[in-house]
């Protein structure tokens, strides 16, 4: 078994199948089958460690021929691989339904008869063709698979059962009876556990149908629709409780599991034939991570090449995987390797070569020597989540202002021979390793050549040092007004990314594309470009008829004039760029309003493959400021964003301007977290409101207002002493070790403008983040083959135990409720569970050195819903008996706790009862204390803990007092804990908010 953090899994639809049953193991017998050469090559030449076969038929003897005569012999000189582990099911292709499934009048039961793969619960001549392969380089845990080849279609909730356009009944294509065996599953859905590194990654493999094949009534597209959807159910908690296994189990997947799901799904997210764009419903699922995408080179040289469909397709044919007829479809992106959330992705790819490349001749062209699909993989690595950061405040240091006519001396102050101001600094960036800043101009070659400039700050202020001309790929520089330079972004390569914003101007005849291009540090010349997504081209009509582009033309889609892509920034680890438009493209929404933000995007690029990849909803704020007069101009916009992490989450810098009041400047942490992919959507004004409403947009949080730091004023800037801020950058360290943002101002070249250079000052925190993730223990917590005490285990309280001795053998104590307590370790692994049954508990603290007798002993507690009662338990850290980590000692005769007087009724010893729950010891009488509410009211008890005198410990009521009921909120409390320093009680009021008090009762505090 291999040993490595990264895994490489992968999907290949390798076309191993055959006409007739039997004829792949034949095919597979002697090592001179030249198709089963040219797929094991390429499986050779890739290596994946975990790979998902489609289209390979049932067989087992097939599989260990594959193995043996091909995968283990090197092809065309490559490495041989081997696969100790492999499962293999049957498939509902070629298996008889006994109906006219395709309700053309025949009922078909005659394998390889004409008609048979139609009527077929899966298209096929025979059982099994087409089936699915799992070969693997780590364990599989063959006891805990789940298949789902016999679940059927109309037992999914609102499932699209297709409808017989024939007649007036709905969804009756099928009959009842039909439906009553059709399966939903074409081939089948397997749950496939491998075992990884100590870790469990669930393999979710399946092949559905393809979306062609029928008629109007679209069978085939509908039922990939749901196939497709089934996995999106079965990764998303609470969605899936429906599903049901060949086994009888029911439910999802665990909550919190890794996996990955493969296969060839049959649907492209934006071409093709598949209904609803089927695919989306793994795209935009939250609990995936769909970044890095598959590319190739050979998937562009080749859509260009056989044109046709593919030239008016609107996917990006970089992430193609599939070769397919040039009339129709097209070729599509359909095989998908796709990580759970907490897999992170570190590579990935798509074996489509150029074909000038020596190993194309594998993949080559119709009739293909493999497949007319491409192998892809993704590499993801396991173990604990990186850390993300954050910012909880920023404050002000110090400031520079430079005025319009001020020219810098040396170098920085000459351009092309001619003495030139400083002016429109739009953006900035920190280059560490020189400890300089390199920041852009937004000339558009008007006042002098488009250029950036070099800078360095210290605390006596700002010096210009240089400044670099930018030129095209053949060395000359930019015309006038062919470019409106605004981002700019530092690589590790000695280059920069800059971006323009072009420029929609009918008016004066001028409509330019806006650009992301790389440029040397240098020399400033452009070394490259990335691929600007179609949606963002400004597009103009021709709308009074003249041939040329004027005043009477309309825009219709494209990006706003100057409100394009404003901000530019690179991830610290320098795999991806972001960018942003300042305002909605025009096909979007409006521009910023003062009652209306205005919906931006965010578009993420993978610097590795050059490619965009997704694309986020950005909604800036309303213009802040009206202008005075009211009839002036004002506007608001996504100036700039600053990478702090790579994990998606940036400082996102909003400017305004409103005439007569001047610059209102916003910082925001924002964080990408659950936001939804939208780089399928062409215009969100063409989607529906329920499309819409499921979009969730990257969500912000407001660190400085600038307008607060007070800066001075001036004659020109009587108001606000801020002028147009719109590029920041992280700079370096400050004396006292915090994190240095340095903002730059553009002065528009303007007289009573200036250009203005602000550091402000930061702690960059790292987040939490696990250093251990653990599986899920309580799989499934009403699973009749559980014993009783077992069921219903819900996970709900934690308290840690730290071991003095050796605090690697601390303990994790978890209430768990009807089914008791449990005890881990710090690695996940269960030690004990303690369930004497008819219990409830609900919550578990702990308290260290209480005196039992002669003994200090650590002590844990528990509320018992159920009973209305403390459990009281001595913590063993060390057991002299194995296991028991945790030993009862309470006093037999302990009472109920809310069941009486001085607690009003009704009394109930579940619904009313012992509910939430913290210890607290007095540092100054050494006294243990329970504090406990009761549920649904706002009722505390606190117990003193008494020594019984026979190695229990008992409780007597020392005090009781009231949570404050808000009226129409619920009274309910559960969360709480005592500062163990200050001795001040904090208690969470579900509804409401959190109340502190001291330990006698009074409140001090309610939030």
Known sequence: MVNNNTIRFSQFNASLNRSAQGKLAADLSTPDNAQAKAVAEIIQRNNPDVLLINEFDYSQEAVKLFQQNYLAISQNGTTPVNYPYFYIAPSNTGIASGFDLNNNGAVVTTPGTSGYGDDAFGFGDFPGQYGMLLLSKYPIDTANVRTFQNFLWKDMPNALLPDDPNTPELNDWYSQEELSVLRLSSKSHWDVPIQVNGETIHVLASHPTPP????????????????????????????????????????????????????????????????????????????????????????????????????????????????????????????????????????????????????????????????????????????????????????????????????????????????????????????????????????????????????????????????????????????????????????????????????????????????????????????????????????????????????????????????????????????????????????????????????????????????????????????????????????????????????????????????????????????????????????????????????????????????????????????????????????????????????????????????????????????????VETRPDLLDDEDPALPAVDQNADADDPAIYVNATNSADSLVLISVKNAGLRVYDLSGNLLQTVNPGGIRYNNIDLQYGFKLGNQSIDIAVASDRNNDKLAIFKINPNPSNPGQYLENITDSNIGTIFQASPFEPPYSASTRSSYGLTLYRSPVTNDYYVFTSRRQTGDIAQFKLIDKGNGTIGAELVREFTVPTIEGRDPQTEGMVVDQETGFLYIGQENVGIWKFDTAGEILLNK
């Open 212 to 771: 062609t094949f029928d008629g109007a009534e679209d069978r085939n597209g509908k039922r990939n629709h749901d196939e497709i959807r089934l996995w999106a159910d079965y990764i998303t908690p609470g969605n899936g409780n429906y599903i049901y296994d060949d086994q009888g189990k029911t439910g999802g997947i665990a909550s919190g599991s890794s996996f990955m799901i493969v296969g060839d799904q049959n649907a492209d997210p934006l071409d093709g034939d598949s209904f609803d764009n089927a695919i989306r419903q793994l795209l935009q699922n939250p609990n995936i991570n769909t970044n890095v995408i598959p590319t190739s080179l050979g998937g562009v040289q080749q859509a260009d090449l056989q044109d046709g469909a593919n030239a008016s397709q609107k996917g990006n044919p970089s992430f193609d995987t599939a070769d397919f007829a040039d009339t129709a479809p097209g070729n599509l992106r359909t095989d998908y390797v796709l990580p759970s959330v907490d897999l992170k992705i570190s590579d990935s790819g798509v074996f489509w070569p150029l074909n000038t490349d020596p190993t194309f001749s594998s993949v080559g062209t119709f009739p293909f020597p493999s497949s007319d699909h491409r192998l892809v993989f993704a590499d993801v690595q396991t173990g604990a989540t990186q850390a993300g950061k954050t910012i909880p405040s920023v404050g002000f240091e110090r400031q520079t202002i430079f005025p319009t006519s001020f020219i810098p001396t040396g170098a920085a102050g000459t351009v092309n021979g001619a003495p030139i101001p400083v002016g429109g600094l739009s953006g900035v960036t920190y280059d560490a390793a020189n400890n300089r800043y390199y920041g852009i101009s937004d000339d558009r070659s008007q006042v002098a050549y488009a250029r950036f400039y070099t800078f360095t700050t210290a605390d006596s202020g700002v010096t210009f040092t240089n400044v670099t001309p930018l030129k095209d790929t053949n060395g000359n520089f930019f015309a006038i007004n062919s470019l409106d330079p605004e981002g700019i972004a530092l690589t590790n390569n000695g280059t920069v990314f800059i971006s323009s914003e072009g420029e929609v101007n009918p008016t004066v005849g001028r409509v330019t594309n806006p650009f992301i291009k790389e440029f040397s540090l240098t020399t400033g010349q452009e070394v490259g470009s990335l691929f600007v997504p179609s949606k963002f081209l400004p597009v103009v009509e021709d709308t009074n008829k003249n041939g040329i582009v004027d005043a009477g033309d309309t825009q219709t889609s494209g990006v706003y004039n100057n409100l394009a892509f404003e901000s530019l920034t690179i991830t610290p680890d320098q795999k991806t760029l972001f960018t942003a438009t300042e305002n909605a493209l025009s096909q979007d929404g409006l521009k910023a309003s003062l009652t209306s933000g205005s919906p931006s995007r965010i578009l993420q690029y993978n610097l590795f493959t050059g490619q965009p990849e997704k694309e986020y909803l950005y909604i800036t704020d309303a213009i802040p400021e009206a202008p005075n007069p009211s009839t002036g101009s004002a506007d608001n916009g996504l100036a700039d964003l600053l990478a702090i992490d790579n994990r998606g989450t940036f400082l996102a810098l909003e400017r305004s301007f409103a005439q007569g009041v001047g610059n209102t400047i916003k910082i925001y942490e924002v964080s990408l977290q659950g936001a939804t992919d939208i780089s399928f959507y062409d215009s969100l004004n063409n989607l529906s409101a329920e499309q819409l409403a499921a979009i969730k947009p990257a969500q912000k949080r407001l660190l400085l207002n600038l307008t607060d730091l007070n800066l001075p004023t001036d004659a020109n800037h009587p108001i606000i002493g801020v002028d147009n801020i719109e590029g920041l950058a992280f700079g370096s360290k400050l004396a006292d070790g915090r994190q240095s943002i340095v903002l730059v101002s553009d002065n528009n070249f303007g007289s009573t403008q200036y250009t203005q250079i602000l550091t402000l000052g930061a702690d960059l925190v790292p987040t939490a983040a696990p250093t």
